[in-house]
């Protein structure tokens, strides 16, 4: 590096390559292996896939767990946090149980929803689908209902204070009866307008066809549907939820290309996948981060996005995602862009709104591109 040139519009780096040829800054980001970490936080991000029970902050977890007179196991982390490589799924899943048995009044879901707020506006989020099954929060008596508003509250004043915006993804889950699952069913179809879409989570050994009556119901309320599928399970998971419970999105999807003619239609319908990196590999989806198969789906044409999952079960961030794939896979500014702009493609917001959200997103991106560079290389 030996110059900085100011141009009319932006600042920018020249370098020679070992041929001696000048590469300009976005050469160097695009081309470069390890991207500069500063620069992948500071760029605009939207999210689909994260859970707010799984990313409640430590801190917030033992505050709740004293406030409602129950013991704090210790060391907190070793039971919140997922290690690097659980068994499957369930083993994955345990690590929520206590972040469950704080959650449990709407002081604490709102709370938890206003500091996932802050923690998404440090990762320069512009919107966020944040997802979570109230059913899980209601020990102690209160109603969905509460629960529900409880973090719309929360997340309407981080976006008050923080200025990232957040819809609420309500989740069914698999394995509660169907009749159980009817309080989230209702909940949902009561609050259309208020929340952004319907989700079926846990554990995926159990197929969603007993569900199905839920996601018709859902689904003629209007209501945009996800479901986790092809995670823990086979591709059929993933076929039951096109087919039978009318997904416009997957959750994950990792295991999609062990069948090759659905993963043709995936690519031919652009159904979005929406992948959680770290989570895949804690979960066992996928055995390293090397053998994830976002480059691999990424290539050969699949509608990918790129997310969390969880900020706390799992110890990352959107802004760690990107980097991680940077570094394995080589992934530059064009495969950030491109994962965003699939992502904000596949929002469960009206169009209207999509348009705002995307021409904001460039307008920042362009912003943080042009600023002068200080550092990194
Ligand atoms: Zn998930």
Redesign the pocket.
């Known amino acids: 590096m030996f110059s900085l040139k100011k141009g009319r519009f932006k600042t920018v780096l020249f370098c020679l390559n070992p041929s001696g040829q000048f590469l300009t800054f976005t050469d160097l980001l695009t081309k470069s292996k390890t991207m500069d970490s500063t620069l992948i936080r500071k760029l605009p991000k939207v999210e689909l896939?994260l859970?707010l029970d799984t990313s409640v902050h430590l801190d917030l977890i033992r505050k709740y767990l004293i406030r409602e007179g129950k013991p704090v196991p210790e060391p907190l982390a070793e039971f919140c946090i997922a290690p690097a490589k659980c068994e499957n799924l369930l083993d994955y899943l345990h690590k929520i149980d206590v972040a469950l048995d704080a959650l449990q009044s709407p002081e604490s879901i709102e709370e938890a929803a206003y500091f996932l707020s802050r923690r998404l506006a440090e990762n320069h989020h512009i919107y966020a689908e944040v997802?979570y099954a109230p059913h899980l929060n209601n020990r102690n008596g209160h109603s969905v209902q509460d629960i529900l508003d409880a973090s719309l509250r929360g997340f309407e004043q981080g976006r008050k204070d923080f200025g990232v915006e957040v819809g609420v993804i309500l989740c069914a889950l698999r394995h509660f009866t169907p009749e159980y699952n009817t309080l989230v069913t209702e909940l949902a179809v009561r609050n259309t307008g208020k929340i952004v879409g319907f989700d079926l989570?846990g554990d995926e050994n159990q197929s969603g066809a007993g569900q199905k009556a839920h996601f018709d119901k859902v689904h003629s309320a209007g209501i945009p549907i996800t479901i986790?599928a092809a995670e823990a399970w086979g591709p059929e998971r993933l076929a039951e939820a096109l087919d039978l419970l009318h997904a416009r999105r997957i959750?994950?999807g990792i295991r999609l290309e062990e069948d090759s003619d659905l993963m043709q239609r995936v690519i031919d319908q652009q159904i979005p996948l929406?992948l959680?990196p770290t989570?895949n590999v804690q979960t066992n989806a996928t055995a390293t981060i090397e053998t994830h198969p976002a480059d691999r789906y990424l290539k050969a044409g699949v509608a990918i996005t790129i997310n969390t999952?969880?900020y706390t079960t799992t110890p990352s961030d959107l802004s760690g995602e990107y980097e991680l794939l940077a570094g394995t896979f080589g992934w530059g500014l064009k495969e950030i862009k491109l994962t965003q702009e699939t992502a904000i493609r596949n929002l469960f917001v009206p169009d209207g709104k999509r348009k705002e959200i995307l021409a904001e997103f460039h307008r920042r991106w362009n912003n943080v591109l042009n600023e002068p560079v200080v550092s990194g290389f």
């Open positions: 896939h859970h997802r989570a986790h959750g994950h929406e959680c989570s999952d969880a």
